[in-house]
């Protein structure tokens, strides 16, 4: 009998996590010494290992803090070959243990790079190998019993062609030997279709199930159960600790420990996932699958007096909907950033918690009568959902979670969406992760300021451990210089933007392209693309404009091939991106990469600051502006041949007394002030 994996953080320990028996210093020293496996990486067809003492160090401190069961964390520059480093111990410690490591990481990039490039070639360099999995949430996999459900209610008529011909696509590639995992699907199919034939929290009937031997989503959770090291994201890893206790299955195995790489990112993905996040199209997509008054099709569309009751129900729902999130945008409208901070409750009447509970009723009803155990689990699983919309929208109404912040933004295509954060995110990650059950480790390339990690050890509530910063491998020096112009208009003069554009023209031109324009919001971005986009003609370089209709990767795909090809590029290019060689070589700084203090989260921490006696600017603000800055100047040299250069177009460098923290910040280089 399988067993399923022990729900995570429940308050007795792991059970081996603790046990500190496991002496893995030795090996690891060894792995990474003058006899390294690695040496002979080459003739087995992989990349030249090139020995790097920092490596060898990052290693060893892992390996001393998963022994002795403390946390750590752990600045690891580029170059210096991190995943190695905690990929080494972490095996070895999982290989004496009887529960997995997670490593989690932010970026579908970095997991692809440790699941298909980096495990592969340690499987065969460490002594008797180790098994890795990758763990995705449920959604990404066919539920075998909904697909065929839904299947026979497409039949009933009770979807629209467009949906039914979606389920049929999935069935059809399932029937082909399809192997359930969305991302091998090779064709794509509309939200709806998918969302009837998924795995789904609370929509799963587990052993019970008759499926239960095939299923797709039950398979891959038992290559976690036998797996050394399990690979997931940091959304996974929070969700599962918000849910944790809510579901009768723990969205991730019991681990003996954690690593976390691009930790930087912890902070804010802990508050989005333990948060609440409600909009308009998300909430009325899921009652029109139990009824659409506009198309007369749902779940609900046919089916006695219970039917009847609840496709008035949900009419009327759809119609409150409407007049909720009308109120709310009516709030918005006149906003210029889009968003809206509530600091009492009361700003707009609680139309919908109510009437969900009765409909949640209704469905009790309807399920009750039902004597299909298919069709009885899948209508649970609809009470379930308009219970956790009912208490959502209750909390968020009548904020009702202590020390949230709460908001509502304009969301893309004008679409409204609500906002409840935690304020304070230490209590919950100290109750969860660094909390003596397992070492947790923490690393990333950045998290320093001002050459201390304290800031970012203290933003997290990080305890019980070490914090290290490694040297860098590179030399700086010979491969980088900064250049900062002396005479740009400061960001609220109105010559701005022309001033910016004479900048771009002027660096891009010295690197003939080959660069990334970092800005720090869409509105500039557009603007700064729409003026150069002759220069960029003339010049024969390409242009790449970050909103234009190609996604990240497809960009940075174009932005690899064309080597002269400049991107323009606002929030997420100024970290996880990764381009070596010549086609980087220039970065350009636009503006200081200052949050935005009216920000509804931003100006909630602000506040929590300096009531404690602190300095919002020098204690947040501040921090976390110097560490999105080393963040985009590093995206520069990603490798020891790596050479370019920087410019600064933001003249707040210079003239302002905090423009010395940034610089000190940047790593030992030329920098050359120009006229
Ligand atoms: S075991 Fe759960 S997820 Fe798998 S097919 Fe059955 S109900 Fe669906």
């Known amino acids: 009998m399988i067993m399923l994996a022990k729900k995570p953080n429940t308050a007795e320990p792991a059970a081996d996590a603790t046990a500190n028996t496991a002496n893995i210093t030795p090996l690891v020293e060894k792995f990474f010494g003058t006899e390294s496996p690695l040496r002979n990486a080459e003739k087995h067809g992989y990349p030249k290992y090139e020995e790097r003492p920092q490596q060898r160090e990052m290693a060893l401190n892992i390996a001393t803090a998963l022994e002795k069961g403390e946390n750590l964390c752990i600045e690891a520059p580029t170059g210096i070959g991190k995943s190695y480093a905690y990929l080494v111990p972490a095996a070895l410690f999982a290989k004496k243990h009887s529960l997995p490591v997670i490593v989690s990481t932010e970026t579908i990039n970095l997991q692809e790079q440790l699941v298909h490039k980096d495990i592969p070639v340690l499987d065969k360099m460490i002594e008797g190998g180790f098994k890795a999995a990758l763990a995705k949430g449920r959604s990404h996999y066919v539920c075998l019993r909904r697909m065929h459900f839904a299947q026979e209610k497409a039949k009933e008529e009770l979807f629209d062609d467009n949906v039914a011909g979606g389920i049929r696509d999935v069935a059809r590639w399932i029937s082909g030997g399809g192997e359930g995992d969305r991302s091998q699907m090779g064709f794509q199919t509309d939200p709806y279709s998918w969302s009837m034939v998924c795995c789904e929290t609370g929509n799963c009937m587990g052993p019970k199930c008759q499926h239960y031997r095939d299923c797709f989503y039950w398979r891959a959770r038992r290559t976690w159960d036998e797996a050394d ?287 990334f324009v970092l800005f720090t919001n869409f509105e500039h971005l557009r603007a700064c693309a729409e003026k150069l986009r002759d220069f960029f003609k003339e010049k024969g370089i390409t242009l790449l404009v970050h909103g234009d209709g190609l996604d990240r990767t497809r960009m940075l795909d174009k932005f690899r091939k064309d080597v002269d090809s400049v991107i323009f590029g606002a929030a997420s290019f100024w970290s996880g991106v990764d381009v070596p060689g010549e086609s980087l070589s220039n970065v350009i700084i636009t503006k200081l990469p200052f949050l935005v203090p009216s920000h509804p989260l931003v100006e909630a921490r602000s506040e929590t600051i300096e009531k404690e006696g602190g300095s919002s600017f020098t204690d947040y603000q501040l921090p976390e502006a110097i560490l999105r800055f080393r963040q985009g100047i590093g995206r520069l040299i990603r490798t020891k041949t790596d050479r370019g250069i920087v410019a600064i177009l933001d003249s707040r460098i210079t003239k302002k007394s905090y423009g010395k923290a940034f610089l000190s910040s940047i790593p030992e280089c030329e920098v050359i002030k120009e006229e």
């Open 229 to 515: 090291i399990v690979v997931t994201n940091h959304a996974l890893l929070f969700t599962s600790i918000k849910v944790a206790g809510s579901s009768e299955y723990s969205l991730l195995p019991e681990s003996c420990a954690i690593v976390f790489d691009e930790a930087h990112t912890i902070e804010n993905e802990a508050s989005s996932h333990c948060g609440l996040r409600l909009n308009k199209l998300g909430f009325e997509s899921f009652l029109r699958k139990l009824f659409d008054p506009d198309k007369s099709r749902g779940i609900f569309f046919k089916g006695g007096t219970a039917g009847i009751e609840i496709r008035a129900a949900v009419s009327n729902i759809l119609e409150l909907s409407s007049l909720y999130f009308n109120s709310i945008d009516n709030i918005i409208h006149d906003r210029k950033d889009g968003t809206t901070r509530f600091r009492n409750p009361g700003f707009v009447q609680d139309l919908l918690s109510e009437e969900l509970s009765s409909l949640s009723k209704l469905i009790q009803k309807a399920c009750e009568l039902e004597s299909d155990e298919n069709a009885s689990t899948e209508l649970k699983s609809y009470i379930m959902k308009t219970d956790a919309f009912a208490n959502e929208f209750h909390n968020f109404t009548c904020m009702t979670l202590e020390n949230h912040v709460y908001w509502a933004e304009r969301g893309e295509r004008g679409k409204t969406e609500l906002f409840a954060a935690p304020l304070d995110i230490r209590e919950i990650l100290g109750e969860n992760l660094f909390n003596g059950q397992r070492p947790v480790v923490l690393t990333s390339a950045t998290l320093s300021v001002k050459k201390s990690l304290q800031y970012f050890c203290g933003r997290i509530g990080f305890a019980a451990g070490e914090s290290v910063m490694l040297d860098t491998v590179f030399d700086y020096a010979s491969q980088m210089k900064i250049y900062i112009p002396k005479d740009i208009a400061p960001p609220e003069h109105q010559n701005y933007l022309d001033e910016l554009c004479d900048g771009i023209r002027r660096y891009v031109s010295r690197t003939h392209g080959k660069a």
